[in-house]
């Protein structure tokens, strides 16, 4: 019996403090998993909005050889050139 003794309160205040530490961690992981279900949003919406733009980008893209479809060949440049853009932007 040679190892220091707690009072009643000694070891009522240690509980409480791993009690707020549970809590805490507890909200922690909470936050995180919030967190992480808005990333995931987030990209599905992303990846939403890639899939749009690789469907325009072909459809545009298979209508470049038909003139007929804008004003002038200043349009269809101007969309290639934006097209080209995207394109790069969405394989980075």
Sequence with gaps: MGGPRRSLGQSHEAGTDGSKSIITLKKEVRDKISHIDSIEKQLQESE?????????????????????????????DMAWRILTFLYKLIEA
């Design 48 to 76: 939403e909005r890639v899939q749009n733009l690789r469907h325009r980008f072909k459809v545009i893209s298979s209508r470049r050889s038909s003139p007929s479809l804008y004003n002038s060949e200043e349009d269809t």
